[in-house]
């Protein structure tokens, strides 16, 4: 069983940066694929970025990509979700998930494990 915890979100002008942790216990991510999805009020929950913890090949959506970039940290068995030019548009809760399988998805139905969330605010 793993057990992720999300931290790092806040209120950020448009235009700043925030860096989201995710944090795994139980066991490592050495086998795994680990993403992050994002939630709107109102909204379905939506695919962000993804790494393949073995290779530490990254993926992103569209709607992030050069913007955001998301990265591991083996020795400390964590995940980060670099977010820089954050928009309003960015507002949302932020999961970190993972899979036991260590090929990445883009649904939500894929992963098998999901942190609590983290909100963060982009004001204008």
């Known amino acids: 069983q793993v057990q992720l915890v999300e931290s790092g979100g806040g209120l950020v002008q448009a235009g700043g940066s925030l860096r989201l942790s995710c944090a795994a216990s139980?066991?490592?991510?050495?086998?795994?694929?680990v993403a992050w999805f994002r939630q709107a009020p109102g909204k379905e929950r939506e695919y962000v970025a993804a790494?393949?913890?073995?290779?530490?090949?990254?993926y992103y959506a569209d709607s992030v990509k050069g913007r955001f970039t998301i990265s591991r940290d083996n020795a400390k068995n964590m995940v980060y979700l670099q977010m820089n030019s954050l928009k309003p548009m960015d507002t949302a809760v932020y999961y970190c998930?993972?899979?036991?399988?260590?090929?990445?998805?883009?649904?939500?139905?894929?992963?098998?494990?999901w942190g609590q969330g983290t909100q963060v605010t982009v004001s204008s």
């Open positions: 998930a993972g899979r036991s399988i260590d090929y990445v998805g883009s649904r939500p139905d894929e992963y098998d494990y």
């Open positions: 139980g066991r490592t991510f050495s086998r795994y694929a």
């Open positions: 790494i393949r913890w073995s290779i530490g090949s990254t």
